[in-house]
C-alpha cells in the first residue's frame, strides 16, 4: 500500500515537473523575444531563479509602456494632422472665394470697359 502511494506521489511531481518545464520554456521563449538574456547573474542564481525570470517580466511591462506611449504620440499627431488639416482647409477655402471674386470682379471691370468703349463710339 506504501508502495502505491509513493507511486502516486510519484507520478503527479513527474506532472508537476513536465508542466514547470513546459512553462520555462515559454519564459525562455519570451525572454528571447524581449531580448532579455536570462544567464546565471549572481551567486548561488540559476537562469530559472524567480528573480532573474522576473526579470522578463519587467521587460513586458517596460515593453507595454513603451507601446502606451506610443498609441498616445500616434492618436496625439493624427489629432493635430486633423486640426492643421481643417486650418489648412479653411486658409484654401478662403483662397478660392477671394480668387473667384476676383475674377468677377475682373470680368465686370472688362465689361464696363467694353461698354464704355461702345458708348465712346457710338457718341463719336
Not at 519587467?58 to 506610443?70: G, K, N
Request: no cysteine; glycine share 6%.
Amino acid at each position: 500500500m506504501l508502495d502505491a502511494a509513493d507511486e502516486a506521489h510519484i507520478k503527479r511531481l513527474n506532472e508537476e515537473n513536465e508542466v514547470g518545464g513546459e512553462a520555462r520554456q515559454v519564459v525562455g521563449e519570451v525572454a528571447v523575444t524581449l531580448g532579455v538574456v536570462l544567464g546565471d547573474t549572481g551567486p548561488r542564481m540559476s537562469v530559472w531563479d524567480p528573480a532573474n525570470m522576473r526579470r522578463v517580466v519587467s521587460a513586458a511591462q517596460a515593453l507595454r509602456t513603451e507601446l502606451a506611449e506610443l498609441r498616445e504620440a500616434y492618436e496625439k499627431t493624427l489629432s493635430d494632422a486633423a486640426r492643421y488639416s481643417e486650418a489648412y482647409s479653411d486658409r484654401i477655402g478662403r483662397h478660392i472665394e477671394t480668387y473667384a471674386e476676383r475674377d468677377e470682379l475682373k470680368a465686370t471691370i472688362v465689361s464696363q470697359a467694353r461698354e464704355i468703349a461702345r458708348l465712346k463710339g457710338e457718341s463719336a
